[in-house]
Each structure stands twice: as C-alpha cells, then as structure tokens.
C-alpha cells in the first residue's frame, strides 16, 4: 500500500527543536518533489517547505533559518529540522509527495502534531 506517516510531532516549549520524520513506503521518493506543510486551527494549510529533485530547497520566509528540510534515499524517509520553535508554529504537519511527470500521483500523511508553548 501507498502510505506516507509521519512521527516526531509532540509538545515543546518556545525556542526548541524538533525533528519531524516522513516515511515512505509502497513507493519510492527519488521521484517526487517533496513537501511539507502545516495547518494550524480554524487556518488554511500552509507550504512550510520544499526539496527538488535536483535538491535545492525552498522555505517560507517565516521558517527560513529555522527550519531544515533533508531526504535520506537509503531510508525512503524525509525529514524537517525544526528550531527556534515559536508558538506561532503550533500546528499539524503533514508530508505530501507529487510526482511532476504523472501529477495524480500526489500522496499525503496522515500528519503529526506539533504544540509549542510559551
């Protein structure tokens, strides 16, 4: 079966780290770009991330600097370093997969929880 799940979620307070875990199974990930987004309560979901296929790496102006996204090929797993953690990134996180040459090839997680307090 096709599965993204995520791990690493949990509570931590104002200026801490996390390291969120996306991995993958049923399919490979060499061929997807890959993302990583959150929604926090009553907001839209958000782009917090990104990694090509060529891997250059794009961040949102909020995270950049704080936020670190990486892939292990060995593992089929994605990551996302977070620190400097603030309660604005309270949030559900989720990884999405979409493979760019058959587009409805497009895979989310079931998401992780991520709570910060002040």
């Known amino acids: 079966e096709v599965r993204l799940v995520e791990s690493g979620g949990g509570l931590v307070q104002a200026g801490g780290s996390l390291r969120l875990s996306c991995a993958a199974s049923?399919?490979?990930?060499?061929?997807?770009?890959i993302g990583w987004f959150r929604q926090a309560p009553g907001k839209e979901r958000e782009l917090v991330a990104t990694i090509r296929r060529s891997g250059s790496t794009h961040y949102e102006d909020s995270m950049k600097g704080r936020f670190t996204i990486s892939w292990d090929n060995a593992k089929n797993t994605v990551y996302l370093q977070m620190s400097e953690l603030k309660p604005e990134d309270t949030a559900v996180y989720y990884c999405n997969a979409r493979n760019p040459f058959y587009p409805n090839y497009n895979y989310w997680g079931q998401g992780t929880q991520v709570t910060v307090s002040s």
């Open positions: 049923g399919f490979t990930l060499d061929d997807y770009a």
